[in-house]
């Protein structure tokens, strides 16, 4: 099958049990979920797996997930993350190679720690369960005053924390930023959710809303720009730090140069790779900005890169006609059942990124989902 559309109502479970299989596949016995056999494991991606098996019911194995990082966060707050980004590829066999040790060192990232607030809402979205919620505040209170800590007096969140063994840039990703926003929109909820007042997540949000729509010079200050990545476009409007016509506007500015018709998202402009994950996440976008048809059509070429297991591929190479790299990472799969969640509504995590919490909001419930 090359097109599936879907839409409210509309949710095949058994056509996506293999893409949850390939998660729990992958989960170590820990709770923690690598990206790929053997492979790297950090919170971001770990997460995003999660809340892939909670939209299947597999919920005694996200919870086993979300148990593993509280057991392993930092007296800080944070988390060692690796980056998977940095494992190379065999030219060869078109897989990682290694367990991620030929890469960079692990990292506090912002963003990865930030997740985890996305991630515990979401599944309670789900479960309904309080008890769980309340298990995981402390754990979600540390992550982000972490974080916050990190925040600038312009707004934006610098990226990594420095540690003893390497220097990190004082500077800010754009996506990092955009998904650390949402962070603390769930952070928020939970924290409301339970009665605990935190009016300075209410204003280092707000503060970070401002940058990531007034202050572009705030970001890529130290590296090369990232606006050749597709996450730097629509990871705002995912986010809903971008509403309106202003999410409409950057979304229609540049839909050319990284969407492929009847292929996907390209990762980035000048390689001819799509991704299954950048056309699931622009997928999440369009719903965000109330656009569901637009974005039925879009999901419905990602099934094309679905395995005769049920699992999705990473990408595609358009020029070779590979699929590259020869990889099903999990957070893949997680990002494919997000994506369909959203679009069927099959459960109520579907909500997670279509809803968007008002900046002046103030952990004002009766606000909480006014777009």
């Known amino acids: 099958m090359e097109k599936l559309y879907l839409g409210k109502g509309q949710f095949p479970p058994k056509f996506f049990d293999g893409a949850a299989q390939r998660i729990l596949d992958l989960q170590r016995g820990d709770g923690a979920i690598p990206w790929f056999d053997g492979g790297v494991v950090d919170p971001w991606n770990h997460i995003e797996a999660a809340m892939g098996l909670s939209i299947l019911g597999h919920r005694d194995d996200a919870e086993s997930a979300y148990r593993w990082l509280a057991q392993t966060q930092l007296a800080d707050g944070s988390w060692w993350g690796e980056l998977g980004a940095s494992v190379p590829v065999d030219l060869e066999d078109h897989k990682f190679k290694g367990d991620g040790s030929e890469g960079e060192p692990p990292v506090r990232d912002t963003n990865f720690c ?21 298990e995981f505040w402390p754990c979600v209170e540390r992550a982000i005053d972490f974080v916050l800590q990190l925040q600038s007096e312009h707004g934006e969140v610098r990226w990594a924390a420095d540690d003893p063994h390497r220097e990190t840039a004082d500077d800010a990703l754009r996506t990092g930023c955009a998904s650390i926003y949402k962070s603390l929109e769930c952070a928020l909820r939970i924290a409301t959710e339970l009665g605990h007042p935190r009016p300075d997540w209410v204003a ?63 990762c980035v402009s000048d390689e001819p790779w799509v991704t299954v994950a950048e056309t699931c996440e622009l997928t999440l976008a369009l719903m965000a900005m109330g656009q569901p048809v637009r974005a039925m059509e879009l999901f419905s070429w990602v099934h094309q890169y ?34 369909a969640d959203a679009l069927c509504q099959a459960t109520d995590g579907a909500r997670l990124f279509v809803e968007v919490l008002d900046e002046d909001a103030a952990q004002d419930s009766e606000r909480f989902y006014r777009r």
């Open 204 to 266: 280092a949000r707000s503060a970070l809303g401002q940058a990531l729509r007034h202050k572009p010079h705030r970001f890529d200050r130290t590296w090369d720009s990232k606006e050749r990545y597709s996450m730097d476009w629509y990871y705002p409007v995912l986010a809903g730090a971008l509403q309106g016509e202003a999410a409409r506007s950057r979304i229609a500015g540049k839909w050319d140069l990284f969407v492929e018709e009847g292929r996907g998202c390209r």
């Open 306 to 339: 679905r395995d005769d297991t049920g699992a999705y591929w990473m990408g595609y190479q358009m020029v070779e006609e590979i699929h590259w790299p020869q990889e099903m990472p999990a957070w893949t799969a997680g990002a494919v059942l997000l994506a």
């Open 114 to 134: 930030a997740y985890i607030a996305t991630g515990i809402w979401h599944h309670y979205l789900i479960t309904k369960e309080r008890r769980f919620l309340a």
